[in-house]
């Protein structure tokens, strides 16, 4: 199995159905030799909007999603310390670092996201990240 920890936009894109990147999206969340890593940071980032509008489908959908997930990585302050190192390090956004300490904590061996490839979330050192933003960009 891939340990793979998916990014929030990975997720909105395979619900929203509306992106170049939704074969990409669909072929990982469907492929049966991934295990998903997940955190609730992914969980309040993913539902806080569809709560607020209370989009109904969307929220069954994500939570379908952490159903099947097979391990969420616990939040503690040390995460949040790691997450906050990372950061500085390499310029990540708050919630990009979470999500990354998160997937290396977990032993997550996959981070997806469709950020660019020269984003610095694509260079986590220890964990393979995969974009499949420019394959999608370019159809």
């Not at 790691?82 to 990354?100: I, M, Y």
């Amino acid at each position: 199995m891939i340990e793979t920890y998916l990014d929030t936009n990975i997720l909105i894109v395979t619900f929203r159905s509306d992106h170049p990147a939704i074969g990409a999206a669909m072929s990982v969340l469907g492929d049966p030799q991934r295990a998903f890593f997940a955190s609730h940071y992914l969980r309040l980032e993913t539902l806080r909007k569809p709560m607020f509008d209370k989009r109904e489908d969307e929220m069954e959908f994500i939570a379908a999603y952490f159903d099947a997930v097979s391990h969420c990585v616990p939040t503690s302050d040390a995460l949040t310390v790691e997450a906050l190192q990372l950061a500085a390090a390499l310029d990540l956004g708050a919630t990009d670092a979470l999500h990354v300490t998160a997937a290396l904590r977990g032993g997550a061996e996959e981070f997806i996201t469709l950020e660019r490839p020269s984003k610095s979330i694509c260079r986590i050192h220890g964990l393979r990240t995969i974009s499949p933003y420019l394959e999608a960009t370019s159809k």
